[in-house]
Structures are given as C-alpha cells and as structure tokens.
C-alpha cells in the first residue's frame, strides 16, 4: 500500500492509514529530514523482528533508533543527560542527527536483551513526528539501503514502494528522500564523539 502525505499539509484520511498499520503492529516505510526508513511501533515485537530480518540482523543485535516527536519524551527511554548535552540535543532537534544516550530500565525489559545505550532521532520532518504524536509513543528508525552498487540509498518513494510492497505493510510517499543519513553522535560518555558524518553539520569540536 503507498500512502501520500504532503508534508506541509497533510491529510488526517491518510495519517489515519499509516497509524492504523502501526497499531496493527504493520511495517512502513516512511520518510525522515534524510532517508526513508523502515519503521514500526516499538511495542510491536513481531513488527520489529521483521525490520530486523529486511536488515538481515537478528533482532537482539539491532541497534535501531526510537524517533521521538519532542524531546520531553526522551527521558522515557534514555537516562538524564548533563546540561552540556541536553543544550547540544536542544541544539540540533529536530535536524538530521542520531544521538546516541544511555539507556533506561524500560529498553531492555523491551527487547529482551542487555542493551545499554539507545539512539534517539526528533527528525525535521513533519510526517513522522506527527506518526509519533499520534501514535502516543515512538516508533523505530532503520534506514532503507538501496543494494546499488553506486547510490546507497533509493530517494524515490515510488521506487522504494515498488521493491518493497510485497515485504512492508505501507510505504508513506512524503515526496523525495535524501541521499544522506544522519549524523551520529555518541553522548552516552557525557562527552560527544562523533560516530558518523552525514547531513548535520557538526560544531561542537
């Protein structure tokens, strides 16, 4: 199913659509201020096997990012960060980054595993921070690589749709994607270390 929503005006039939799909514990794919990424609610446990398995991981090794609609909410996942790094997270989100944090109690009884850091992502686009404010909590982030040999990632929602409908429930078409990820940053030491360069530009250094 390709469901369209404009960014800047979308329609409430069709964010209707794709939450039903996530309630549903369903698979979307859906668009970020980057990539598009697969994605799904974080309490679907069977729904996020499945992105794990597109992945080609095994769900105990994944490290998909949460993304949040605001940043109040990450405390719900991610222990309390130093001054220094909340003004650094105020900074940048919503924007193309993944910051990486140390996780709270809840995240592992979620997967089942001893995970102890968590990436979290308040994306600049509209369409997936309203997912997430409707849906009440936030939904996973794992990004769609094209298995191209010269571009990494497709940008094309129809593209994208058509190579994975019969593997996803929904493909949201929020126009055209990015070619670039994130930037990651590593925050769970109190310091910020760069883990990867992508679309946000990095000052902190």
């Known amino acids: 199913m390709l469901i369209r929503i404009h960014p800047d005006n ?6 209707k659509k794709a939450l039903d799909v996530l309630r549903d514990g369903g698979v979307i794919i859906y668009p970020t201020d980057g990539v598009y990424a697969f994605g799904c609610d974080i309490y679907k446990s069977k729904a996020v096997e499945r992105i794990a398995q597109l992945k080609g991981i095994k769900p105990e090794k994944a490290d998909f990012s949460f993304v949040f609609d605001d940043l109040s909410r990450i ?9 220094p790094v909340y ?3 105020k900074q940048c989100l919503p924007g193309p980054y993944t910051f990486i944090l140390n ?4 995240v592992p009884k979620l997967f089942k595993n001893n995970k102890r850091t968590l990436g979290i992502r308040i994306p600049d686009n509209p369409i ?3 997912l997430v404010s409707e849906l009440g909590n936030p939904i996973i982030s794992a990004s769609v690589h094209d298995e191209d040999e010269i571009l990494e990632y497709t940008t094309d929602p129809e593209l994208i749709h058509e190579r994975y409908r019969d593997m996803v429930d929904a493909v949201i078409d929020g126009g055209y994607g990015a070619l670039v990820p ?7 030491s109190g310091i910020p270390e760069l883990v990867r360069l992508g ?3 990095v000052d902190f250094e």
């Open 75 to 83: 405390t719900e996942f991610a222990r309390p960060v130093d001054t």
């Open 10 to 15: 979308p329609d409430p039939r069709q964010v």
């Open 199 to 201: 679309a946000g530009e």
């Open 87 to 89: 003004k650094l997270l």
């Open 103 to 106: 996780a709270n109690n809840s």
């Open 128 to 130: 997936c921070r309203l």
């Open 182 to 188: 994130s930037t990651v940053i590593d925050c769970s």
